[in-house]
């Protein structure tokens, strides 16, 4: 069983940056795809970025410029670089490890944007 947990929320005012981070119980140089999804209020659940053990990314339309995913090794962390926050990105962020045909979820980090 993997277990994911992530840090690094809270609250800042608009333009801010944050950084999340998401630690995994399992190395995360074999999980093959690492996401960071988002749910506001009210709302469904939506994909902000993944990186694949390929290297490639995605980003949603939504963060793309602001955000920067990457993957630290030597923490066995997935990172989440959040810059120019805007009060549309307050949100429950969540991190997601789509390993051998398992998904695993962490348990989510508030990010709160003032205007």
């Known amino acids: 069983q993997t277990q994911l947990v992530e840090s690094g929320g809270g609250l800042v005012q608009a333009g801010g940056s944050l950084r999340l981070s998401c630690a995994s119980s399992a190395a995360i140089s074999t999980i093959d795809v690492m996401s960071w999804y988002r749910q506001a209020p009210g709302k469904e659940r939506e994909l902000v970025a993944s990186?694949?053990?390929?290297?490639?990314?995605y980003y949603a339309d939504f963060v793309k410029g602001r955000f920067a995913i990457s993957r630290d090794t030597a923490k066995n962390a997935l990172i989440l670089q959040m810059n120019m926050l805007e009060p549309e990105d307050t949100a429950v962020y969540y991190c997601r490890a789509l390993l051998r045909a398992n998904v695993y979820w962490g348990q989510g980090t508030q990010v709160t944007v003032s205007s």
């Open positions: 990186i694949a053990t390929s290297s490639s990314i």
